[in-house]
């Protein structure tokens, strides 16, 4: 880290002790700087270049302690990723980021976040540095400058963005923290009787606290209609009528309210599915640090670990699953082993909130099913002008169409320049991408693939110098793509539900090849040779296509092959094999033939039109189709005197 900090001209801060975590780095490093203005960020945000021009400007008034900004986040969260809804959903925390932080901020009572902010130094100071003595010390510090008598603005403009948690057990990580955190900092400063405070503010700061323990109350929740349904335990005593009459209006009208509000950010139906995906977790943390059990200690939430298989969170899904079969018995007893609860009213309302809950259930146990996440940086969608240089075909215009710190696909359209035919027979790979305002980006191809409007290229960086990367980083994100909306679109439950089913058992796309392959079809010669003698085999090969070459005499086999196989007994043995050549390109090619090649041996491949001269390659892999066999070949390009 200490390299990595001076490489990029910053200063790298330690200290010997860990005490007060967090909270005590920052109270370290407050003591080591002197600016006015302190800036605190998240280890995996990025600000934008413009961060600053939205912030400091604000600090004319003297009043002003802190300026906060949305947290917003440019990868998908478990609930967006797992159940295949990232263009559905937006991030689980935008409703609270972009919304409700931009309400409290109307009574001076936004939240710190501990990320995407900008302090008055003197406003710290006045309260003794950041908050210490609980796990979410943001909380608590914008709490106490606010009781300062300081006011708190809110930005509402992406300025900065990072990742959220990539996987259900991390999320919970973080969301235990948070609600122990909010409980401790209650227990600490109380804001109901915190001096300073206003009443608006204390009622929106113990607001948050108690919101902490939605756990326990959605537990209820869900077990009263399973008691009734399995034992008969009524939780409400009243009729049909009486709901219609005193609590149907009132749930209607802060509906109403909620959807006026809120717009199209946040639905009641997924509000429901956020809360009791963490249901039994966050029900254990909030009761134990509500009685004072001792739990376990801080735990930074991991980010940018991609999962490389497909995993179930059996422990995390274990609750979720108890209550469903719970639901599912009780509704088999209520409706088969209970006749006496049939057409009574509190049957019609508990099974009506049985069914509601089994919905919500259902989704949080197919949020447990962790889908791999295999590239190694997010890709924004882009839209932009680049040009690709290729090896043997010069440079081509193109669309780059998303963009990483580590690579990005871009679209070469087919031009005068650019036919298929031309392309296909050079087989060339790219080299480098020319972006605007940054110049050229030298790697190597991972993939290509030829479409009717153009070749698509998936393109690896080569080891970026500091200031590409800067400027890599201002590209991307001055995308406005860079980060989702966080409005729902299409978010049905049924929709969502459908999404998952068919996303889970929809077949994983094949590999795409690293080079274009062209159809052949032609006949191919393979003549056996032995091991030993590969090399003096390659050279009669190399000779005996010169020969052809000089004398003309292709006989017509333009797809001709000659594969001298290396593993065969004996180099007189005057049999020959007959193969056909599938496909080809610059990296290798696909036979077909009814004798059987042996993965992993070297053979020496001679394609007369096609490769200037004999190959060395290795067989890959070999597959039995029908009567036939299948074999791929790589060619040995790092060999001397290749072409």
Request: with cysteine; hydrophobic share 45%.
């Amino acid at each position: 880290m200490r390299q990595l900090a001076e490489q990029y001209g910053a200063t790298h801060v330690t200290r010997e002790d860990h005490a007060h975590a967090q909270a005590g780095n920052l109270n370290n490093a407050l003591g080591l700087s002197e600016g006015e203005l302190i800036v605190t960020l998240d280890a995996d945000m990025v600000p934008r270049p413009d961060f600053l021009e939205h912030t400091v400007g604000r600090f004319q008034d003297e009043k002003l302690g802190f300026v906060q900004s949305p947290q917003a986040f440019y990868n998908e969260d478990p609930f967006q990723y797992n159940l295949f809804s990232g263009k559905a959903l937006p991030n689980e925390q935008d409703f609270f980021m972009r919304t409700l932080q931009g309400g409290k901020s109307r009574f001076n009572a936004v939240m710190y976040v501990g990320s995407n902010t900008v302090f008055r130094r003197t406003a710290l100071e006045t309260i003794g540095g950041f908050a210490v003595g609980v796990i979410t010390e943001d909380l608590a510090t914008g709490m106490l400058i606010q009781a300062a008598k300081y006011r708190t603005e809110f930005v509402p403009e992406i300025i900065a963005a990072g990742l959220a948690p990539e996987n259900l057990a991390d999320m919970l990580k973080q969301r235990d923290r948070w609600c122990r955190g909010n409980i401790q900092t209650a227990r600490k400063w109380n804001p109901l009787t915190l001096p300073g405070l206003t009443p608006m503010q204390r009622w929106l700061y113990s607001d948050a606290v108690v919101y902490r323990h939605f756990g326990v109350f959605k537990l209820i929740y869900i077990l009263a209609p399973i008691l009734f349904l399995l034992f008969g335990v009524t939780a409400l005593d009243t009729s049909v009528e009486a709901l219609i009459v005193f609590w149907l209006p009132s749930y209607l009208c802060v509906t109403m309210r909620f959807v006026i509000v809120v717009g199209r950010r946040r639905s009641h139906s997924w509000s429901n599915i956020y809360e009791l995906a963490l249901t039994p977790a966050i029900a254990f943390s909030a009761a134990a640090e509500t009685l004072g059990l001792k739990v376990k200690a801080f735990n930074v939430t991991p980010k940018g670990v991609g999962l490389q298989r497909q995993v179930f969170h059996w422990r995390i899904a274990l609750p979720h699953l108890v209550l469903l079969a719970l639901s599912a018995i009780g509704l088999l007893n209520a409706f088969v082993f209970s006749p006496q609860l049939a057409g009574t009213a509190a049957l019609f309302i508990n099974v009506f909130w049985c069914l509601y809950f089994v919905v919500g259930l259902a989704l949080s146990v197919a949020l447990c099913v962790e889908r791999p996440r295999l590239r190694s940086a997010e890709r924004t969608r882009m839209g932009t002008m680049v040009t690709a240089e290729f090896q043997r075909i010069g440079s081509h215009p193109g669309v780059l169409v998303d963009l990483s710190l580590t690579g990005a696909r871009v679209t070469i359209p087919w031009s005068d320049r650019l036919e298929p035919d031309v392309f296909a027979s050079q087989t060339s790979a790219v080299t480098a991408l020319r972006l605007p305002d940054i110049g050229a980006l030298r790697g190597t191809g991972s993939w290509i693939a030829t479409t009717p409007q153009g070749v698509n290229v998936g393109f690896r960086f080569d080891p970026l110098t500091p200031q590409q990367t800067v400027e890599l980083v201002r590209v991307i994100t001055e995308s406005p793509n860079w980060v989702r909306g966080d409005e729902e679109e299409k978010a049905l439950l049924v929709t969502a539900g459908w999404r998952a089913v068919r996303g889970a058992s929809r077949a994983r796309a094949p590999w795409r090849r690293s080079q274009v392959r062209v159809a052949s079809g032609a006949q191919a010669i393979l003549h056996p040779v032995a091991l030993v003698e590969i090399e003096s085999a390659l050279q009669r090969a190399r000779e005996r296509s010169t020969e052809r070459a000089v004398g003309g005499l292709t006989d017509g086999s333009q797809g001709a092959v000659v594969v001298q196989v290396a593993d065969q007994p004996s180099p007189t043995d005057p049999t020959t094999l007959t193969a056909v050549v599938e496909d080809i390109g610059f990296g290798g090619c696909r036979l077909s033939l009814r004798h059987r090649l042996q993965p992993g041996s070297l053979v020496i491949v001679e394609i007369p039109g096609s490769l200037a001269i004999p190959e060395e390659a290795e067989v890959r892999w070999v597959k039995r189709r029908g009567l036939r066999f299948e074999a791929g070949l790589q060619f040995d390009r790092s060999a001397p005197n290749r072409d």
